[in-house]
């Protein structure tokens, strides 16, 4: 079992910066496919990152939708245990909670969630 655990979330204005961070537990996140995932009021849950193995060893490839690119990036900490989303050039369509999520490479599912952290952003 994975539990993960989401922080950094908070109210900033428009251009300002957050850095989320994702602690796992259960499971160390060298070993995992990691994402983040946002869902704004009304809306559905989308993707906006992830870091996931490659071939089966330590190497990582990493995706962002289209509307975070240039302006997220996603990291690993392995020493910590976590995996973190540096935010830069927020704007209000950023506002939502924002959910880690794991899995095994072997699955295309997403199965483990946190419990997710606001995020808003002002105008």
């Known amino acids: 079992q994975v539990q993960l655990v989401e922080s950094g979330g908070g109210s900033v204005q428009a251009g300002g910066s957050l850095r989320l961070s994702c602690a796992a537990s259960?499971?160390?996140?060298?070993?995992?496919?990691m994402g983040w995932f946002r869902q704004a009021p009304g809306n559905e849950r989308e993707f906006v990152a992830s870091t996931v193995r490659v071939g089966g060893r330590t190497y990582y490839a990493d995706s962002y939708a289209d509307s975070v690119k240039g302006r997220f990036t996603i990291s690993r900490d392995n020493a910590k245990n976590t995996v973190n989303l540096q935010i830069i050039g927020l704007k209000p369509e950023d506002t939502a909670v924002y959910y880690c999520a794991a899995k095994f490479g072997s699955t295309t599912a997403w199965r483990y969630w946190g419990q997710g952290t606001q995020v808003t952003v002002s105008s």
């Open positions: 259960g499971r160390t996140v060298i070993s995992l496919d």
